[in-house]
């Protein structure tokens, strides 16, 4: 009867073992299959829409590998607004360590985001196309979990706020994390309206002491754009002629400290 029972217990153990196999070869094999339905995708901008409490539309979804990749993502504009969108994203690829995503320490490996287009727009009322967005996450309840975001990438990228526009913009951020644990530095490069180039890089620290390194650098400055920009009055800066630009800030303690120089 022993014998009889121990041998049972090994086919029960051996035919559970190999079903968990094959759920493990068979599970990722259906979600990625999955993916590429449109049910999928639309299944996905209604999650995100619940989320937002605004429209949001992706018009693609695939898992390759560990990292799930969205494409055509749009947050669509509320009604009264001149433009479609408030976000567009050609592709946003997320590759978070999955099984720390139910933990209270989270951790995504990479959030790229390729071809992003902020479009901030205020309606004939004077009402920002962001407002509701920002009413929404604010009213949200934080998470208790610590999330790391060990490196986040944006390329492609410009922001537009009605007639004024960046384009350019790279950004690169590595180990973000929402508690301050870790810290995180940062590259961004942009273009300005005039077509300046500018480097801005740094690092900084979240939590209840917040510390912030920046550094603002362009090698070509046309002069003559700087006082457009900054609205300064014909006779204060050269028509002509180019400089080049390095500012630095510092946040430690509460206090802010800064310096730059143009040569």
């Known amino acids: 009867m022993n014998a009889f029972n121990a041998g049972t217990y090994k086919k029960i153990l051996l035919s559970?073992?190999?079903a968990l196999l094959v759920l493990a070869v068979i599970t990722p094999l259906a979600l990625k299959k999955y993916l590429t339905t449109p049910p999928a995708a639309a299944r996905i901008s209604r999650l995100l829409s619940d989320t937002l409490g605004q429209p949001v539309v992706v018009k693609s979804a695939e898992l390759s590998g560990?990292?799930?990749?969205?494409?055509?993502?749009?947050v669509v504009n509320?009604?009264?607004?001149?433009?479609?969108?408030?976000?567009?994203?050609?592709s946003l690829a997320l590759k978070p360590v999955w099984f720390t995503l139910l933990s209270d320490s989270r951790v995504i490996d990479t959030i790229a985001l390729d071809g992003i287009t902020l479009d901030l727009r205020r309606s004939s009322a004077g009402v920002w196309n962001f407002d509701g967005l920002q009413r929404r996450l604010s009213a949200s309840k934080p998470s208790s979990a610590e999330v790391l975001i060990r490196q986040l990438i944006i390329?492609?990228?410009?922001?537009?706020?009605d007639d004024h526009r960046l384009a350019g913009l790279a950004l690169k951020v590595a180990n973000l994390a929402n508690r301050g644990a870790e810290k995180s530095g940062f590259q961004l490069e942009f273009d300005d309206p005039s077509h300046n180039h500018y480097r801005l890089s740094g690092r900084g620290r979240l939590g209840t002491d917040p510390e912030l390194e920046l550094a603002l650098s362009?090698?070509?400055?046309?002069?003559?754009?700087?006082?457009?920009?900054l609205k300064i009055k014909n006779g204060y800066l050269p028509d002509q002629g180019d400089a080049a630009l390095q500012l630095t800030a510092e946040l430690r303690k509460g206090i802010i400290q800064s310096q730059g120089r143009m040569t």
């Open 16 to 18: 559970a073992v190999l």
């Open 66 to 74: 560990a990292t799930l990749q969205l494409k055509g993502l749009a």
């Open 155 to 161: 390329s492609n990228g410009a922001v537009q706020i």
């Open 78 to 90: 509320p009604p009264g607004f001149p433009t479609p969108n408030l976000l567009t994203i050609d």
């Open 218 to 229: 362009s090698a070509s400055i046309a002069l003559k754009s700087i006082s457009g920009l």
